[in-house]
């Protein structure tokens, strides 16, 4: 079990720690309601060191990343980021990532934790271009600093005017007394803020003085539990849940980061498969009464037969009712349709919805 550098912190706060992606992660503080809504409506801080950073230089770096991954990363300037997948060779998903331009032949890569040692051997299979690859996961350290008061609390932190950052935007710059560290205006929650990477000799530094500026704005620690509540509301995919090796990038309704303007890993089939229209697809429901689905439930037709699976559920603080997303028949795929969870024998109600589930 591998710790983060603020584990010792975590522990001292009391929080329920469990193993996740081989590392010892806090998972809640003081209960998932309460820290969702910190989120929803003030500012919390999620410790996400667990995640994996890739560092590709060279004048071929951006040809590589071109080949592996989906989106189109030559519209990329310098201070932007990117949201995209690593289609494997089967017609499905290696991993979701985010890449960060970071100078002119430089880019950083942002994968999930559970995948770091599989797509480092995936991009370095590709990587017959000479690319300069660094391995930076057990170096750096990764806050999400995320709420709608998370600009307001951390301006007095940093230089860097917070509020001219726009969405998948980032800067390099002064940040809790730290020189050069990655302020991001991305996050997973749907509720506004910042990813702070910083090496892990500054992140105890960096997370007292974000509680310090952030204590007359009630901010909290946050733990992983409501981390994926946050992202459910948004309807986020989660890798291992909602995408994984099986998935294609089509099916999974990533056809906006699936661009056909350049070759890349398996593109050719892909572009069938939209040609021909996928057989299934990732769905967002309600439940219609009161009921929790969950992770693995099978999805019915109103006759009983099975059309697919859960692959996210919850309640949803935010809505408080059952929300979730699965794979159904493409027939059955369309918003407003009727779908039933099987929940221990029974047959319950839910509608297919459009995302997100939560609307500010």
């Known amino acids: 079990m591998k710790n983060t550098a603020l584990t010792h912190i975590h522990e001292g706060l009391g929080a329920k720690m469990l193993p996740f992606a081989g590392y010892n992660m806090p998972i809640t503080y003081e209960g998932v309601n309460a820290e969702h809504e910190t989120v929803r409506n003030g500012v919390g801080v999620f410790d996400v060191s667990h995640m994996g950073e890739f560092l590709l230089t060279g004048p071929n770096s951006l040809a590589l990343i071109q080949k592996v991954t989906s989106n189109d990363a030559s519209t990329l300037t310098i201070g932007r ?27 950083l890569l942002v994968v999930n934790a559970s995948n770091i040692e599989k797509d480092w051997n995936w991009i370095s299979s590709h990587n017959d271009l000479g690319v300069e690859m660094k391995n930076l996961s057990d170096d750096y350290s990764l ?18 005017n917070l509020s001219e950052i726009a969405y998948y935007h980032f800067e390099v710059g002064d940040f809790a007394g730290i020189e050069h560290v990655i302020i991001s205006a991305t996050g997973y929650t749907g509720s506004g803020g910042f990813e702070i990477y910083c090496k892990n000799d500054e992140a105890e530094q960096v997370w007292n003085k974000v509680f310090e500026a952030g204590a007359a704005y009630g901010i909290k620690p946050i733990g992983l539990a409501a981390r994926d509540t946050l992202r459910l509301e948004m309807g986020f995919c989660l890798y291992g849940n909602d995408i994984n090796d099986t998935t294609s990038p089509l099916e999974a309704g990533l056809g906006w980061i699936t661009k056909f303007t350049k070759d890349f890993t398996n593109s050719e ?32 037709d109103a006759s009983g037969e099975v059309i697919g699976i859960v692959t996210s559920g ?12 699965g794979y159904v028949t493409a027939a059955n795929s369309a918003v407003d349709s009727d779908v039933f969870i099987r929940i221990r024998k029974n047959d319950v109600p839910a509608k297919v919805v459009k995302l997100p589930f939560y609307k500010k």
Do not use: W
């Open 81 to 107: 980021a990117q949201y995209s997948c690593l289609p494997n060779n089967e017609g499905g998903i290696v991993d979701d990532l985010i890449i960060y331009k970071m100078k002119e032949e430089q880019y």
């Open 143 to 160: 806050l999400a600093i995320q709420g709608p008061k998370a600009v307001e609390a951390m301006q007095a932190l940093t230089s860097v």
């Open 269 to 300: 089939a892909l572009k069938k498969q939209k040609e021909a229209g996928v057989t299934r697809k990732l769905i967002a429901f309600e439940m219609q009464e009161r009921a929790v689905p969950r992770h693995d439930y099978e999805i019915v």
């Open 314 to 325: 919850t309640m949803s603080p935010s809505m408080n009712k059952g929300i979730g997303l």
